[in-house]
């Protein structure tokens, strides 16, 4: 790990101001970072993927670590909050299951007691190459994407290139599936940020960084909106081992059904295949007005993963993620 | 088999039974091969092949525990997404011991006693059963004795490898011990009517002989102001090699996803004079639990571009975890009636890599030749027909 400074503000204006008078770098890998439960960052600056001149511990400002809000009226959740508060939240049990499910299907209790929605939000990708402390690649400032011919059996069969990560995320999906948004404070003031304007593909954004923030920018809050999907939304995850795992793939799926068991609307989201969450939109459509039933299940899932490139090694993923889509999409309006 | 490959890769590291699990996970998986298609039960396959007859009682006492009935007739064969299936493996292993241990047991005369020698513990129960030797010779219990190890100023002891510290260390602890009892006897014995030391008894701490008996503090505080000190050296007849060993298990195999569920494991192994049932018991479980490993998560990935290592953590590389652990069923096959100790460390991850690898097989009709046996190459290769290269 590289040295670093220490900071410790009590506000969210103070923290930004932190960030931004952080000394100036060219390499975006040394720029100040925000630090919350510290799970991911702390893993980037041992593997030396990050090595931020300044950390920023937003741990002392108060305010930031409360879920408020209810199923009439949506969630306001602090970016502060944990991921054992969130799973073991009863409104959110009751009302957004799907959430509960995400936030328990991550890491280990102990990571879940430290790490926070907003840090969750903000991982940096798992790839080994990326994470290797001696592979300088295409994320890490290098030229090459070396999981694109390499061994790429966790990598992106949507969505990639020139980088094939997938984002590890398991609340991206299911928050984007439950139409979330971000409030954001930086320099220049405060933003809100719907999740899907949030994550960024490498062909798009920044190929160093998976989302818009910018490095001055802090993540205060999470807005989950009312919904007539939250109440029978679901998060499936399969992990290579299940004990502890990132997603090898995973469906966030959420249904609102007619009185006669037909779906009015339906959200899916796709994790672990994409370097962001990877909305369905064919699939939503397709299954409006059906009622479900093998075939339903087997189309929607075909066309969730329409277009999808497999690499050499991850083709597996294919097959896997439809029979996620199947199984969620029978669960959410199953129960 | 037993082909060597440059691979220009950082050469391997011994890990409990060096090429072991390897060549029987290959082995037995032929051997199930070869039976199904003979149209053979597996496991009277196996018996007709194998000689030894300890096997026979294993893969019997096995077969009666794990419900061997209830497997597939046909390998794969059923409806639905969840198939389960069950599997058998046998597992062979040296061990046994050697003359290097030099073993010091004192009795001092307020009655403490303390073995001495230079090895060290692993884990595996050195501590527990150079106790249990010495409390049993004297009649003590486990709480009475301290044994001091793991400095190489005390008697000189083997290296561990190869599952033969207990073997070599525990024969030279029983002559200490018998040789600090007879002397201890002859010290004491005026107090016992003269009687004679061979006939002198040590049991649930009291010291009798003569007609009379006294406690075990009474007897130490009769021995010389130095107390008595037995230097103790190796004995074969105390110690045997070569054991068997026989494992069932049962797999779900989630056919949509690729997921192999393990659900029971029993392993019977004959270990000659287990030591301590507990600690026996344990690296049986110990051996069934890296086995999975082996099978369904571990493996070192290497860039064949870059030369490195992509998982050398243990975010990446996936060692079993609790989730991970079926019901385990360690079973000491006790019909074995050496009175000799031998090891069983590394014999007890043998035989359950092939079991485990057969249950999958027989699960789904598919046979991985690459392990570990992930999702991503059980669920192409049930896409893709029976079999991966």
């Known amino acids: 790990m590289k040295t670093f400074e220490w900071a410790s503000p009590a506000t969210i204006n103070e923290a930004v ?29 041992k593997d030396y993927s990050t090595r931020p001149s300044r950390v920023v511990n937003l741990k002392g400002i108060r305010g930031l670590d409360r879920i408020q809000g209810n199923g009439r009226t949506g969630l306001t959740i602090g970016a502060l909050v944990t991921l054992s508060q969130l799973e073991e939240n009863p409104v959110v ?148 081992r299940e004990s502890m795992d990132f997603a090898l793939a995973s469906v966030a799926a959420a249904v609102q059904l007619r009185a006669n068991k037909s779906i009015a609307q339906a959200r899916v989201v796709l994790g672990g295949v994409a370097p962001i969450p990877w909305r369905a939109p064919q699939a939503e459509q397709f299954l409006v007005g059906k009622m479900l039933g093998p075939d339903v299940l087997a189309e929607a899932a075909r066309l969730a993963l329409q277009g999808a490139q497999p690499l050499e090694k991850n083709a597996y993923k294919v097959p896997l993620a439809q029979t996620l889509v199947r199984r969620a999409l029978a669960k959410a309006v199953n129960g | 088999m037993g082909r060597s490959s440059r691979c220009d890769e950082d050469a391997s590291r011994a890990m409990r039974a060096p090429g072991h699990p390897q060549a029987s996970y290959a082995m037995e998986s032929l051997m199930d091969d070869l039976a199904a298609k003979l149209g053979m039960d597996p496991l009277e396959f196996r018996k007709k092949n194998l000689k030894d007859t300890v096997y026979h009682r294993q893969l019997d006492r096995g077969a009666r525990e794990i419900g061997w009935q209830r497997r597939n007739q046909t390998p794969g064969a059923g409806a639905g997404t969840l198939k389960r299936g069950i599997g058998c493996a046998v597992g062979t292993w040296g061990g046994g011991g050697n003359d290097q241990c030099k073993v010091d047991v004192t009795i001092s005369r307020d009655g403490s006693v303390v073995v001495a020698v230079g090895t060290q513990d692993l884990g595996t129960g050195t501590r527990t059963f150079t106790r249990a030797i010495v409390a049993e010779e004297f009649g003590l219990q486990l709480k009475d004795i301290v044994e001091k190890i793991g400095n190489s100023k005390l008697g000189g002891a083997n290296a561990s490898g190869g599952s033969t510290t207990s073997a070599s260390l525990s024969p030279s ?16 014995a005026p107090l016992l009517g003269n009687a004679k030391p061979e006939e002198i008894t040590f049991a649930n701490g009291s010291v009798n002989g003569g007609g009379k008996s006294v406690s075990w503090q009474q007897a130490a505080a009769a021995l010389p102001a130095a107390g008595i000190t037995a230097r103790g050296g190796w004995r074969s007849d105390l ?26 494991m029993v392993q019977v192994q004959d270990v000659g004079l287990p030591l301590n049932r507990l600690a026996v018991e344990s690296q049986i479980n ?30 990446d590389y996936k060692l079993p975890g609790a989730a991970e652990i079926p019901e385990l069923v360690p079973l000491i096959d006790d019909e074995d009636k050496r009175e000799a100790v031998i090891g069983v460390g590394e014999a007890a991850i043998i035989p359950s890599v092939g079991a485990l690898a057969n249950a999958v097989f027989n699960a789904c009709g598919v046979r991985i030749h690459d392990l570990p046996m992930t999702p991503d190459k059980i669920l192409m290769a049930l896409m893709n027909g029976r079999t991966t290269a």
């Open chain 1, 17 to 45: 101001q932190l960030l931004k008078s952080a000394p100036v770098t060219s390499d975006i890998d040394e720029a100040a970072r925000p630090m919350a439960g510290g799970q991911d960052l702390l893993t980037t600056m």
């Open chain 1, 93 to 240: 049990r009751a009302s957004f299951p799907g959430l509960g499910e995400a936030a328990h299907s991550i890491a280990t209790p102990q990571i879940r007691n430290l790490g926070t929605v907003g840090g969750n939000l903000c991982q940096r990708p798992r790839c080994w190459y990326y994470r290797l402390e001696e592979v300088i690649c295409l994320k890490k400032g290098g030229s090459e994407c070396y999981a694109a011919k390499g061994e790429n059996k966790y990598n992106a069969i949507l969505g990639g290139g020139p980088s094939y990560i997938v984002h590890p995320s398991d609340l991206a999906p299911m928050l984007l599936a439950l139409g979330a948004s971000v409030s954001v404070v930086g320099a220049d003031g405060k933003r809100v940020i719907p999740l899907d304007k949030f994550f960024t593909l490498p062909a798009d954004g920044n190929i160093r960084r998976e989302n818009v923030l910018k490095n001055d920018e802090i993540i205060t809050q999470i807005q989950v909106p009312a919904s007539p999907v939250a109440a029978r939304s679901t998060y499936l995850k399969f992990k290579e």
């Open chain 2, 173 to 188: 602890v029983k002559d200490a011990a018998i040789k600090a009892r007879m002397a201890m006897a002859e010290k004491i």
């Open chain 2, 239 to 264: 110690q045997s090699s070569g054991v068997h060993g026989a494992c069932f298990a049962e797999v779900e195999v989630d056919t949509e996803t690729g997921r192999v569920r393990a659900i029971k």
């Open chain 2, 286 to 315: 110990g051996g069934m639990i890296q086995s999975l490993g082996m099978v369904l998560s571990e493996g070192r990935v290497m860039d064949a571009e870059l030369g490195i290592q992509l998982n050398p953590g243990f975010g």
